[in-house]
């Protein structure tokens, strides 16, 4: 006799699998090597993802924050809840890494419910999906970036058109350093820049805003041009 898996087209059950959140989708792998392969895929990935983006419902959006600041407890919240005063609505998160003694968890930025993690002071830094628990150690920077957690600027975001994730980091300290990691080729890129471009004395704040598949910066003006601010677009 035919399960009923068997029996549904698989571009039903891939309906039904775009309609689930993220945990749901991890346990239900086990459902079946059909239901696996199909979950395991990228493309369903990336599909699922615009479907429920589309749906334009906060039903399976988390808030992430660290409590407080410096210490490596997250905790989120449904953005539907009925109550932000409710505790039962908070959810604790967990790491999917041991941090070294001493060490805290710091966000750096977000994009497309994945999130750029580092440790303090160990430097170390992360691409993580609170929803699945995947976890990715980037590389060091190779180009004079010297504190990846300590970074004056920073942004993360994607393009569709090379399917990529990119990690932007500046660093002033000294002479002004522009890289950008890759998720794709698994590596930094430096890019060269006016000297005045990343000096903490112009940009207006640290983190990038990502917008259309670019980050973009608020730049004051500079002492030669004092009444035409700028954006600064990676």
């Not at 029996?7 to 792998?29: A, G, H, M, N």
């Not at 977000?110 to 993690?117: D, E, L, Q």
Request: proline share 7%; with cysteine.
């Amino acid at each position: 006799m035919a399960t009923t898996d068997e029996q549904l087209p698989e571009d039903i059950i891939v309906q039904i699998l775009y309609r689930l959140p993220v945990k749901s989708l991890v346990r239900f792998k086990c459902v079946s090597k059909r239901w696996s392969s199909i979950v395991s895929d990228p493309q369903f990935a990336k599909s699922q993802f615009k479907f429920t983006s589309e749906r334009k419902t906060l039903s399976h959006r988390l808030l992430l924050s660290t409590v407080p600041q410096w210490e490596s407890q997250l905790e989120s919240l449904d953005l539907q809840t009925l109550s932000f005063e409710d505790d039962a609505s908070v959810r604790k998160l967990t790491y999917p890494f041991k941090e070294p003694g001493g060490c805290a968890v710091k966000i750096l930025a977000s994009c497309n419910g994945m999130v750029f993690v580092a440790l303090v002071p160990h430097d170390s830094s992360y691409i993580w999906n609170p929803s699945t628990g995947l976890l990715f150690k980037l590389p060091n920077p190779s180009n004079g970036v010297t504190s990846i957690s300590g970074l004056p600027y920073c942004g993360f975001g994607y393009v569709s058109a090379t399917d990529d994730y990119k990690v932007f980091v500046s660093d002033h300290f000294s002479i002004p350093t522009v890289e950008m990691y890759s998720s794709k080729a698994n590596s930094w890129k430096g890019i060269e820049s006016q000297p005045h471009v990343c000096s903490e004395d112009y940009f207006t704040k640290p983190k990038g805003t990502f917008l259309n598949e670019a980050l973009h910066w608020l730049h004051d003006a500079v002492p030669e041009d004092e009444d035409k601010p700028t954006i600064i677009v990676f």
